[in-house]
């Protein structure tokens, strides 16, 4: 079985527990960050520090988007997921069954997903959203 590529790299890992987002964090003000950033632009500090995000988080809004974007083909579900242990709100595409109506609150986690195929055939997997099979 060949390795699964990404559509990014250092931005999710697959650990023991599930895969977690990367992100980071300033060491002066505390403030999160995903996708990662070069500097704090609230204090200006360089040096910050890595920070795996909680893999949990909450709906906070969702649409079907019918346009197609990129390699997204349509119609396809895009949230905006709050994180809470990180203060931080991600969009990120969503899996949802077909007819299944999601609300604003629902417990959201993060997997690893295919998003789409290229043409040679290569899978190119990334992260989304589905709604928590069993949430603590």
Not at 19 to 37: D, E, I, Q, R
Not at 49 to 67: C, H
Request: charged share 25%; proline share 7%; hydrophobic share 35%.
């Amino acid at each position: 079985m060949s390795e699964k590529k990404f559509f990014m790299n250092g931005v999710l890992k697959e650990t023991v527990n599930g895969p977690v987002l990367t992100g980071n964090k300033c060491p002066n003000c505390n403030k999160v960050f995903f996708p990662k950033a070069d500097f704090c632009p609230q204090c200006f500090e360089e040096n910050l520090e890595e920070r795996e995000l909680s893999r949990k988080g909450s709906l906070f809004a969702y649409t079907i988007t019918r346009i197609r974007v990129a390699n997204f083909e349509p119609p396809y579900p895009l949230g905006l997921i709050f994180l809470p242990d990180d203060q931080i709100s991600i969009m990120s595409p969503l899996i949802i069954g077909e007819n299944e109506k999601l609300k604003a609150g629902t417990e959201m986690e993060t997997v690893v997903a295919p998003l789409w195929t290229e043409e040679d055939g290569t899978v190119i997997y990334g992260y989304k959203f589905k709604k928590c099979e069993v949430c603590d």
